[in-house]
């Protein structure tokens, strides 16, 4: 990419541009505005090696840059004007910070004489996201002195950095410029610095940087940062080698490379022979073969009280994020277990703030450590444990009772019942697809519901803040250049983020979006408050009553009822390769809570399971 030498600002936002491209930028979003102009044009004029897409909404496009760097795992940079357009990117940031995915936001802003005095299209951007970014810091106005170029370029290498390490997280730059803001002569000599700037020289030492690094892989044992106590492996698997129970809970997780992920949780598993209760929203479900003994059904055993009681563990291994089911929190409270939580953020990872011990670390490096630990400290430093066999079994009995139970069950439901539908996609989406799991009901029914297999499915979803908006626009960042992909959500979520359909020009790839309408939010549903007319309907569930077939055509997005679970399996085996789709299947919001309320407890009610 060529520096641009027309004036002091085209100059200034070449070497930032060029700059985020040698440390490994492979996509840019602009948004569209007048004071953005010299970013726009240099990033712009960084393409084809540089993907640069223009969005019209800055919501729309702060997700859809949120769900490009999901896929990725290396920072996406969004781009936008002054004034309220950087407000809008907040909701992604947020979810960025929570969820820990690297976003580069990229705000322009009026100098600082333009401020505060009515000037147009002019708010206080400093700090904008408030303590969401890992990092944040106001340019320079930009000049045109080698000093402060060679600021600009450190300035931006740090971001980029700070996005990544030591926690992956949004960064924000707020980019003041002059006038004039087109590639239009400003009257300063440029020709002095061109010799400079064409060298190899100035940008010696940038280099792309390893997003695997990113997740918390490169530190070893015995872990050493600043606050954080030390833990040497072999002590660790001695004690939890004590316990004759002990579970292993599989949380929320969104790893760059599942299946590593996936062997070494296996792989504790078997060492430890502790069951592996695994979240929906993990791709341990995916990977079942890997692991004999994966509790898909851990929420429905534990609504029976008795067996609850008996499966009271003694030791649990946390991964990840906790996952969603309250029945799972509440249990674990009641416990005295000794909790310990292995993952690789600086985050407090434990809602229910029990005797918790954080482990700063990857399972994978965890795992890479004991193995390469065992020839030091010779073969008895880990042995077969003593560990009861019945409390393995006992949850086993009960994982293979009850998931019989569910799938014998939701097989033999002949009309279209919400909560079939992730059962039915866990078993039918193509290997390796994809899956961008909105928000609210969609959640808990993968979580109750999605079977076991051998598919190796990417989940995705919004766990960091918990949020609908930008559901389909981050499901589009997701499937952009990816393979085929499916996005499973409900009729709010998706009417939250419409806006998001006006990316299709620019989106490359496919998207089936898999709709359940309902007509309202089925999630207050399940809530006390849904006994309570009014004000539940209008002010909690708030039906919209849109016809999502008008809609699609407004938007030219293909579209199809499905009426029947056959007509949902053929539209699922093979999916297209390019556009997006939508297939809407409309259900009974009050008849699919009211058959979850009478269901979910009767699963493991019934059952012997001595």
Not at 1 to 14: C, H, Y
Request: a neutral charge; proline letters at 7%.
């Amino acid at each position: 990419m060529p520096i641009g030498f027309r004036n002091t600002n085209e100059l200034w936002a070449s070497i930032l541009t060029q700059t985020l491209k040698r440390l490994g930028l492979t996509c840019a979003v602009i948004c569209p505005g007048s004071r953005s102009t010299p970013l726009a044009i240099t990033f712009a004029q960084a393409s084809p090696t540089l993907e640069v897409i223009s969005i019209l909404d800055e919501r729309c496009a702060a997700f859809f840059a949120l769900g490009r760097a999901k896929a990725t795992g290396t920072p996406t940079a969004i781009i936008c004007t002054s004034g309220t357009a950087g407000a809008n990117f907040y909701p992604a940031v947020i979810e960025a910070k929570e969820s820990r995915v690297p976003l580069l936001l990229l705000t322009a802003d009026r100098p600082s004489e333009l401020r505060n005095c009515h000037s147009g299209q002019t708010i206080d951007q400093l700090k904008l996201y408030g303590n969401y970014p890992n990092w944040q810091a106001e340019l320079a106005v930009p000049s045109a002195d080698m000093g402060m170029l060679a600021y600009l370029r450190q300035t931006v290498m740090y971001a980029w950095e700070r996005s990544l390490y030591p926690v992956p997280g949004p960064v924000h730059l707020n980019i003041p410029f002059r006038d004039p803001l087109a590639p239009i002569p400003d009257g300063t000599d440029l020709n002095s610095l061109q010799l400079h700037l064409q060298s190899e020289d100035f940008w010696t030492g940038i280099f792309p940087l390893s997003p695997g690094q990113a997740q918390g892989t490169a530190p070893a044992l015995p872990l050493s940062r600043a606050g954080t106590r030390h833990y040497p492996c072999s002590p660790l698997l001695r004690e939890w080698l004590k316990s004759d129970q002990g579970i292993i809970i599989a949380g929320v997780a969104q790893p760059q490379q599942p299946q590593e992920y996936c062997q070494a949780i296996a792989q504790l598993s078997k060492t430890l022979k502790f069951p592996v209760l695994a979240e929906g929203l993990s791709p341990v479900r995916n990977y079942a073969e890997l692991n004999p003994h994966i509790i898909s059904t851990y929420d429905l055993i534990l609504r029976n009280q008795q067996l609850a009681k008996q499966l009271a563990p003694e030791i649990v291994i946390q991964i990840g994020e906790m996952p969603t089911s309250p029945v799972l929190r509440n249990w674990l409270k009641t416990t005295a277990a000794k909790r310990w939580i292995i993952d690789p953020s600086d985050q407090n990872l434990d809602p229910l703030h029990g005797r918790t011990v954080h482990l700063r670390v990857s399972v994978e490096l965890l795992i890479r450590e004991w193995e390469s630990g065992r020839g030091g400290e010779g073969e008895n430093a880990i042995q077969s444990p003593s560990l009861s066999e019945f409390y393995l079994q006992l949850w086993c009995t009960a994982e293979a009772k009850v998931r019989l139970n569910v799938d014998q069950t939701l097989a033999s439901k002949s009309d279209l019942l919400e909560s079939k539908i992730a059962w039915l996609l866990s078993q039918f989406l193509p290997k390796e697809t994809p899956i961008f799991i909105a928000n609210s009901m969609p959640v808990r029914d993968v979580e109750f519901f999605w079977k076991p297999n051998q598919s190796g499915v990417k989940p995705f979803f919004n766990r960091g803040a918990n949020g609908i908006d930008g559901t389909l626009s981050t499901a589009l960042g997701i499937a952009h250049r990816n393979q085929s992909s499916v996005m499973l959500t409900g009729d709010l979520a998706l009417l939250h983020d419409t806006n998001g359909f006006l990316i299709r020009n620019k989106f490359v790839g496919h998207l089936t979006i898999v709709l359940i309408n309902n007509n309202g939010g089925g999630i207050f549903e399940m809530l006390p408050i849904a006994k309570f007319e009014p004000p539940f309907e209008e002010f909690f569930a708030t039906p919209q009553d849109i016809d999502f077939a008008q809609l699609c055509a407004t938007y030219g997005v293909e579209h199809e009822l499905i009426t029947t679970w056959e007509q949902l399996q053929n539209r699922l085996n093979t999916l297209p390769t390019t556009g997006i789709r939508v297939l809407e299947l409309r259900t009974n919001r009050k008849v699919d809570a009211k058959w979850r309320q009478e269901n979910l407890g009767q699963f493991s009610a019934l059952h012997n399971f001595e």
